[in-house]
Structure formats: C-alpha cells, structure tokens
C-alpha cells in the first residue's frame, strides 16, 4: 500500500479533497495512487504533515511499510546484522532508526521484491546459521557488508590522509563534498555484489548499471570540485594527490575518470623527499622483479638437471 493510498484510508477524505490539499491534478495523483509513477519526496513530506507523523525518516520508510510495527521489525532485524557484521556501517549504526532502511530503499529501486513482513532475529540467525536464508536476505548481508567495507575504506584512503593538512571543520563546503564521496561508496557497494544472486532477486541490470553509471559521474565531479575549492583556497595537501589517488582511489573512482592529466599537472604537491623516495622504490621494486626471474631460470635449470641425472 503506498502513501497515497494511506492517506485516503486514514484521513477518512475523498479523493478530491487530497487533490485539493495538494494541489497536483488528478491524473498526476492517479500516477503516484498506482505506483506508475515515483512519490516526489515533496509530496511525501506534505502528505506526512496531513497524517501529523513528524518523524522525517518516515518518508523513506513509508517506501517499504506504513505500519509502524513491521517498520520497527526492520530496524530491529538490520540492526542486528549490523552488530554481528565483520565490517558494520558505521553510517547505519550511527542511527538504525534513520538510516537502516537506505539498504532497503535501494534495492527495492533495481526491482528488487522486499519481502512484506522481514524474518524475526531468531529466525535470521537459525536460518542464517544452517545456511538456509532466501536469496534476498543473502543479498542484503552482503550488501550491509560491503557498505560498512566501503566506508571504512574511503575513510582510511580518501578523507583522513588528504586532508591531513587543513581543517575541514573550517572548510565546510570541502567537508560537503568529501561527505557526499562517503555517501557515493554505499551506492557503489552494489558494484561487488553477486551478479547471480542480484539476478535471482529480481534486480534489474540495466536499473543497476544506470545507477552506477550516475554515481560514478557525480563522484568525478565531486573530485573536480574538491581540486578547485583546495586550489583556490591555497591548501596543503599531505600527498602527491596524482599518486595518491591512483594507488588507494583506483577501487572508487569511475573506470573512465578523466582527471588524471590535469592533476598531474595542478596538484602535484610532492616534497623533494617524498619523491625521491618513490623513485627509490620503484627501483627497489625493479630489482625485485629481475632477481625472482633470475631466482626461476636457476629452478628451471636445476630442475632439469635433476630429470636428466634421474634418466641417466
């Protein structure tokens, strides 16, 4: 049942009377009545102030359930797997109540049936531990686990070691950003997910694809942004950001991120040390790579001495 729907039922009102409150047509009222079209979050927020529910994080979960009992039982349930996670969502665990239905919500977005009414705790931990969980609940474990992964990673990669060196507190249209390359990490989570057990969720391919695709462009341009705020506002960076980013922000940037000539170019904030020590590297790596070649030729060669003394 959907929000319009509710608020027919509940507000005891016609039809006419809503489309009056709203001020929208009815056959746009209709649309949102029959799901053949998606509830601006607009409305949803008016059509809550009409149902006098304050609670702001009732507009997404009005997407998944109206009553309070079963939205209640979800929080619990994802909560829970929270808890036990090797990599919580810290986002998640920060407010359960808010955020646990953000997993659900995007999901449901791919096509993705959420069931009516979600398995009990002990339910989930009996089934979890005999291996017999449904292939949505497999899903949304692993996409919680892969969310909370993700977090941490941007966090260790991206936001701690880059900003370093200036005061994000005092920045706070940079700390916008950087918050908004945390938020893009949970909808690229959904790029390590099992393509199979999407599949037999009911998740789109092409909704998926889309959905990364967006994500990945916003991200190139939140970077973009984040180049030209630290330019302009003269800040030091504690890295190379060029080398930086293409050893720890390979996994997160786009694929096809077109950044890296003007980076090279603007941000290379390297001290004498820093590169000199990198140059050391590479060569350290290059003899590496010559002596275990070496190291193979001589195995090879005692090896078929060895066949041969053994034929002799």
Same mark, same amino acid.
């Given at each position: 049942m959907n929000l319009v729907t509710v608020a027919l039922n509940e507000m005891g009102i016609t039809k006419v009377? &809503?489309?009056?409150? !709203?001020?929208?047509?009815?056959?746009?009222?209709?649309?949102?009545?029959?799901?053949?079209?998606?509830?601006?979050?607009?409305?949803?927020?008016? &059509?809550?102030?009409? !149902?006098?529910i304050e609670q702001y994080y009732y507009i997404d979960w009005y997407d998944i359930s109206h009553e309070n009992v079963i939205i209640e039982d979800w929080i619990g349930l994802i909560d829970s797997i929270i808890t036990s996670a090797d990599f919580p969502s810290n986002l998640i665990a920060s407010d359960p109540t808010f955020f646990s239905c953000a997993p659900l919500i995007e999901l449901k977005k791919l096509g993705c049936a959420i069931p009516e009414v979600p398995l009990s705790i002990d339910e989930f931990e009996e089934m979890e531990e005999q291996d017999t969980l449904p292939p949505f609940y497999k899903l949304l474990v692993a996409y919680i686990h892969e969310m909370g992964l993700r977090e941490k990673w941007v966090k260790i990669h991206h936001i701690e070691p880059f900003s370093a060196h200036f005061d994000l507190e005092e920045n706070e249209d940079l700390l916008m950003e950087f918050d908004g390359i945390e938020l893009s990490s949970i909808f690229l989570a959904l790029r390590s997910m099992d393509k199979n057990l999407l599949k037999a969720c009911g998740c789109s391919e092409s909704k998926l694809k889309k959905l990364i695709s967006e994500t990945e462009n916003e991200l190139s341009i939140k970077f973009d942004r984040i180049f030209d705020m630290v330019k302009s506002k003269g800040l030091t960076m504690k890295h190379d950001l060029s080398s930086f980013l293409k050893y720890n922000?390979?996994?997160?940037?786009?694929?096809?991120?077109?950044?890296?000539?003007?980076?090279?170019?603007?941000?290379?904030?390297?001290?004498n040390t820093e590169q000199y020590l990198r140059e050391q590297n590479k060569l350290i790596m290059k003899k590496l790579a010559e002596t275990n070649s070496k190291l193979d030729e001589l195995l090879s060669l005692q090896q078929a001495k060895l066949l041969i003394a053994e034929q002799v």
């Open positions: 009377e &809503l489309i009056a409150k !709203l001020g929208f047509s009815d056959e746009q009222l209709s649309k949102w009545n029959t799901d053949s079209s998606i509830l601006p979050d607009m409305v949803k927020k008016r &059509l809550l102030e009409l !149902l006098d922000g390979s996994e997160l940037l786009p694929p096809t991120f077109k950044n890296w000539v003007r980076i090279d170019q603007e941000f290379n904030c390297a001290s």
